[in-house]
């Protein structure tokens, strides 16, 4: 059987985006009040929570503390109805643990650690609804649950996908149904502001030459992304601002 | 449960409040906190509902799968419950730390739905004996601000009421395999009765008195609580006590005639709440976790 094409020769993908248009994120923060920190995301039909808990200090055994800077703790679950089939188990599998080491490299590299010495940040996330780019849609709801925590980072950290479509056309925000018809796929968390990378993982194959171009391609990914954040983030602050009694309430017209 | 530490003056701030009849919110022993239920929130599920209790907040999710049904009862469908506690209610449930009490919550929850008068299991039976649905219900726990066992029923209730069941066409025994037929058109399906599903009443004892839908803190004030699990037909379909304390037999009665009552109108009102929510088809805004 031919394969499916990703993208038309009028230049629309399956579900009817360019191949440079992002799925529609919607996102709210401090939706829960018991962490101190979470945020609540949606990347087209991949919908995620995340809770920040901490600085605090070590749970469990002492002799997990590093003495100079803070330890980060990540964990990643998916509900069991998350997914078409049912998954058995929520968290603890191959997959699951696999998620949350790369949520902890791509975080470590951008909390500033260093200030917390002999304390513990948890970053719990939990995918409600998987429709591909869930480490994405974790990490960047992850960032807004960090800064609902205040917990001071360099950077914002963003994550996207890309994918090659036809042998040359790089491909955004890949959804579940390209990821299934077998093209490549790319994941970057990346600091889009010094346009550092902080996680970087492929799938699959295509030649190097075109390896710059798909970077490149979830590189611009990942500053589209980090603007609609950065725009929540200030309307979230704006928001509460509002109704502490400061900042600009002329601005808040929503 | 999420670590909460009251001193000595709060337990007895709380204690004597209950002793009185006012509850740190403004409450009266029997009253209910506010709640808020959305169903069809989830898309890859069959069913689901969202419900927030205050501080508490559970997402269910319903999947259907064919099964074959057990022997000792081939005219029946079957049904599993399963709670997971996610870690981002409290960091104490990371890992495995919330088996014990989704274990827990679940086998309660079994429990309750074990008798034949209240949820038809028939109906999920396609071919006697040979095939039927399960209906696998997923909990999950995302806050807890006490209260679970009532919020994850009257959840489980909500999601079940809006659970599809794909329509079986045809089924014919073909030598010893069976032949299923579904329906091609995603929205030929049949809903699910749930008159006669139970919501569980947690009644909490605080010093001498019972308090319904009781708050995280008053919770650890608590020695015990009698959970019930009552039909809109007023049946109660299981009885069982949690906690560390004990209750005088005359205590346990006054209790469930209590919880009966109390359990007539939580019923009352959630159906209440999800007809509200039908009737605004497909009008109706989804919110999920954006409001």
Known sequence: ?254 | MAEILLSEAEKTFILHGVEEGFRCDGRMRLDYRPMEVETDVVSHASGSARLRLANTDILVGVKTEIDTPYPERPREGKIEFFVDCSANATPAFEGRGGEELGTEISNSLATAYQSSQTFDLTALCILPGQQCWKLYIDILILECGGNLFDAVSLAVKAALHNTRVPKVKGACLDGGTVDLQLSDDPYDCCRLDVSDAPCLVTLCKIGDHCVVDPTAEEETCSSGSVVIAITEKSLVTSVFKTGVGSFHPQTLIDILKVGQTIGLSVNKALRAALLEEEQQGRKKECFGFLK
């Open chain 1, 1 to 254: 059987m031919a394969r499916m094409d990703l993208i038309s020769f009028k230049g629309l993908r399956l579900d009817g985006r360019r191949a440079n248009e992002l799925r529609q994120i919607r996102c709210k923060m401090g939706v829960f009040s018991q962490p101190d920190g979470s945020a609540y995301l949606e990347q087209g039909n991949t919908k995620v929570l995340a809770a920040v808990y901490g600085p605090h200090e070590i749970r469990g055994s002492r002799s997990k503390a590093l003495h100079d800077k803070a330890l980060v703790n990540c964990q990643y679950s998916m509900a069991t109805f998350s997914t078409g089939e049912r998954k058995r188990r929520p968290r603890g599998d191959r997959k699951s643990q696999e998620m949350s080491m790369h949520l902890r490299q791509a975080f470590q590299a951008a909390i500033r650690v260093e200030v917390y010495p002999r304390s513990q940040i948890d970053i719990f996330v939990e995918v409600l609804q998987a429709d591909g780019g869930n480490y994405c849609a974790c990490v960047n709801a992850a960032t807004l649950a960090l800064v609902d925590a205040g917990i001071p980072m360099t950077e914002y950290v963003v994550a996207c996908t890309a994918s090659l479509a036809n042998g040359d056309v790089p491909l955004v925000d890949v959804s579940n149904l390209e990821e299934n018809s077998g093209g490549p796929n790319l994941t970057v968390a990346a600091l889009p502001l010094s346009g550092q990378v902080a996680l970087m993982e492929m799938s699959q194959r295509f030649h190097l030459d075109h390896l710059p171009k798909v970077v490149e391609c979830a590189l611009q990914g990942c500053r589209d992304i980090h603007q609609i954040l950065d725009q929540a983030v200030r309307r979230h602050t704006e928001m509460s601002g509002s109704a502490l009694g400061w900042g600009n309430r002329a601005q808040v017209d929503l």
